[in-house]
T-cell receptor, first 112, second 113 residues
């Protein structure tokens, strides 16, 4: 089975609040992690990535946190907007394996 | 710059038939990867091509095959279709070997009846 999994399949957040999407991974050899966003009818869209030598990386309104001790990855979206409604996937890669393994995905609902 | 394009967008086939899907990467991108997306299994890696060579392959049967042309365009073929092959097939391109900032196309929705 896949080594990347997600804690919650669906997350509902009030517009304007911050969203936190979590992901667990089991392969300690994974050294590269990516978050993707997939809107209905579209392919996944790259959001942000992080390498295992980092704990945190920030982008525009998004922050990815990596905790290697507990093999946990999270995506924080600040001031969630209606356009953030989508399914979010975490993915991992181990340089030896050289394949990207995707998690099952979390659907983010934005409440008005 | 145009994004990744996939053709056709929708396809209906019957069991036992074969199908060929096409992917045109972003101009200048030399690596193309294929994924199968289903509600039950999520996104699963099929294979990756770089400079017309298959670099990596996922855990799919030999009925699934692909190739890449000198202009980086790629095709994947599924022979002897089964009902379980119904899925969204996604193609992603990246600049080069070892680059994981992938750009996905909209996918081809394959329905096998």
């Amino acid at each position: 089975g896949e080594s990347v999994g997600l804690h919650l399949p669906t997350l509902s957040v009030q517009e304007g609040d911050n969203s936190i999407i979590n992901c667990a991974y089991s392969n300690s050899a994974s050294d590269y992690f990516i978050w993707y966003k997939q809107e209905s009818g579209k392919g996944p869209q790259f959001i942000i990535d992080i390498r295992s030598n980092m704990d945190k990386r920030q982008g525009q309104r998004v922050t990815v946190l990596l905790n290697k001790t507990v093999k946990h990855l999270s995506l924080q979206i600040a001031a969630t907007q209606p356009g953030d409604s989508a399914v979010y996937f975490c993915a991992e890669n181990a340089w030896r394996d050289d394949k990207i393994i995707f998690g099952k995905g979390t659907r983010l609902h934005i409440l008005p | 710059k145009a994004g990744v394009t996939q053709t056709p967008r929708y396809l209906i086939k019957t069991r036992g038939q074969q199908v060929t899907l096409s992917c045109s990467p972003i101009s200048g991108h030399r690596s193309v990867s294929w994924y199968q997306q289903t509600p039950g299994q999520g996104l699963q890696f099929l294979f990756e091509y770089f400079s017309e060579t298959q670099r990596n392959k996922g855990n799919f049967p030999g009925r699934f095959s692909g190739r890449q042309f000198s202009n980086s365009r790629s095709e994947m073929n599924v022979s002897t279709l089964e009902l379980g092959d119904s899925a969204l097939y996604l193609c992603a391109s990246s600049v080069g070997q070892g680059s994981y900032e992938q750009y996905f196309g909209p996918g081809t929705r394959l329905t096998v009846t």
